[in-house]
């Protein structure tokens, strides 16, 4: 996550399932463009993240996991994505960077 959208993960200090969003997208585009994701590195700059194709894999299951959790915590949080079975990831998106969750 340390390269995702920083200005999309602090909008989580308000509306804390934005930070779910933003993680979702940023995996889903890791998973689409292998390139950009095996040319990252660690914070530190000492290697590449993706450094072999089993972490790349990793990539991709998680990013199906992470996808499976936005559509079902969105669905939480939208009557109405419950009701539309072609409801689309980005449509669970919005959802997630728009729900406030008050604090007990």
Do not use: N
Request: glycine residues 2%.
């Amino acid at each position: 996550m340390y390269h995702a959208d920083l200005s999309a993960l602090c909008v989580g200090a308000v509306y804390e399932l934005a930070i779910l969003a933003e993680t979702q997208r940023f995996l889903d585009e890791l998973y689409h463009d292998e390139a950009k994701a095996k040319s990252l590195y660690t914070p530190d700059g000492s290697r590449k993240i993706f450094d072999t194709e089993e972490k790349y894999q990793g990539l991709r299951s998680l990013s199906y996991e992470i996808d499976e959790l936005a559509r079902e915590v969105a669905k939480e949080q939208s009557y109405l994505l419950t009701q539309t079975p072609d409801a689309t990831i980005s449509d669970s998106r919005k959802v997630l960077r728009e729900t406030y969750v008050p604090s007990l």
